[in-house]
């Protein structure tokens, strides 16, 4: 199933590459993306996805029951700007289960001072961290850095299902 649109174009040498894929099995969905570089990396892409990948670790280790939504948001970007990326702000995570798209909605990767709510235990969430290279457009999305994952939040800790 496909949730993008897809452009044709011809691969070459040094391309982002992002594979974002959706599967349902029994009644419940999971999501998963990664962002690599093809071939060698002639145009410097692979920092990005290396820091994408990192503060997407970071955020994990970050997320358990009782934690505020922002806060995760705020340290996503935070991070991001440490390594001299910006957050795409129109695109974020969600809470994901027996539909792909649930609870809590809208897991924003930049701080929503206005967002109180809290993870709660024991829910599935799909964080999906998207940077770009300062100089670049939205209208550019096929160089974002990107990974995704699927997860289970716990009063403890997060769970990975699927990386």
Do not use: C
């Not at 029951?65 to 935070?78: F, P, S």
Request: aromatic residues 8%.
């Amino acid at each position: 199933m496909s949730r993008h649109s897809i452009k044709q174009k011809i691969l070459k040498e040094g391309d982002l590459i992002n594979i974002d894929v959706s599967a349902e099995l029994n009644g419940f969905w999971a999501d998963n993306g990664a962002s690599f570089v093809l071939g060698k990396d002639i145009n410097q892409h692979q920092k990005l996805v290396e820091a994408s990948k990192e503060i997407l670790r970071k955020a994990i280790n970050n997320i358990k029951g009782g934690v505020k939504i922002a806060d995760i948001g705020h340290l996503i970007e935070t991070e991001a700007k440490k390594r001299g990326y910006k957050v795409i702000k129109n695109l974020g995570g969600h809470g994901i289960g027996r539909s792909l798209h649930e609870h809590p909605e809208e897991l924003l990767n930049y701080k929503n001072r206005f967002d109180q709510r809290l993870f709660k235990k024991i829910r599935l969430l799909l964080l999906k961290p998207l940077f770009q290279h300062p100089r670049l457009t939205l209208q550019n999305l096929t160089t974002d850095g990107q990974w995704l994952v699927t997860m289970v939040a716990t009063w403890r800790n997060m769970n990975i299902l699927f990386w």
